[in-house]
């Protein structure tokens, strides 16, 4: 078998040239696309617990720490621990969080709406239930790798 006929190699050959798309993008404003991908899952509103952040994104927590610290630096986020529980810590965008979150969903729906537009909704469909079949494969390690 070669190695772009495996289920692997396209997922992961896909997903670096979407990477590389978002990150090409990210750095005319100054950012990643892992920190456009964090501010996207930060509500702007009401801010969000730092644990349901690193989930969201399959994220270990050595590297979002990493992330949160970065963004801190450029003023992007504000770490606020809760009044009654000190061990939790909520993320709340900053004024300029807000301006790079809504650039960063901005080239995503772009993005998005490119790929509705040139793929069939009912390919979509297909595609989508293949992806979450492809992960119950692994949640439920039906391999024989595991």
């Not at 050959?13 to 404003?29: D, F, G, L, Q, T």
């Not at 621990?81 to 709340?92: C, E, P, S, Y």
Request: glycine share 4%; aromatic share 8%; with cysteine.
């Amino acid at each position: 078998m070669k190695p772009n006929e495996t289920v692997c190699f396209n997922i992961k050959y896909s997903w670096h040239s979407i990477s590389r798309m978002y990150n090409e993008r990210a750095s005319k404003y100054g950012t990643t696309a892992a920190i456009g991908f964090v501010l996207l899952n930060i509500d702007p509103e009401q801010g969000t617990a730092a644990t349901q952040i690193g989930p969201a994104l399959g994220m270990e927590a050595t590297s979002l720490s990493r992330v949160f610290n970065n963004m801190e630096q450029e003023g992007l986020i504000e770490r606020k621990n809760d009044h009654t529980d000190k061990r939790k810590v909520t993320i709340f965008l900053t004024k300029l969080g807000k301006e790079k979150r809504q650039i960063a969903k901005d080239f995503v729906v772009d993005f998005n709406d490119k790929v509705k537009d040139q793929i069939p909704a009912s390919k979509l469909e297909v595609f989508f239930e293949v992806l979450n079949e492809i992960q119950t494969i692994i949640e439920n390690k039906n391999t024989s790798l595991t």
